[in-house]
């Protein structure tokens, strides 16, 4: 048992598995990427409204 060679499995479907999982994180990732942005982005409008309505009049 010792003396035998441990080889990775390159069945086709073993690739496809790990392909899939990497494409899933992949768009988990990408999810992630876009909620952060659009929480940024109303973030940013929020503090440009508040700007602008404490603005002193002139």
């Known amino acids: ?3 035998e060679e441990v080889r990775p ?3 086709q ?3 496809d598995r ?3 999982a990497e494409e ?3 768009e988990r990732k990408v999810w992630y990427f876009l909620a952060y942005f659009l ?3 109303h ?3 929020f503090v440009m409204i508040y ?4 603005a002193p009049n002139k």
């Open 51 to 54: 700007a602008v309505t404490h």
């Open 24 to 26: 899933t994180r992949n």
């Open 43 to 45: 973030i940013v409008a």
């Open 9 to 11: 499995d390159n069945s």
């Open 13 to 15: 479907e073993t690739l």
């Open 39 to 41: 929480f940024g982005i």
């Open 1 to 3: 048992m010792p003396d």
């Open 18 to 20: 790990r392909r899939l």
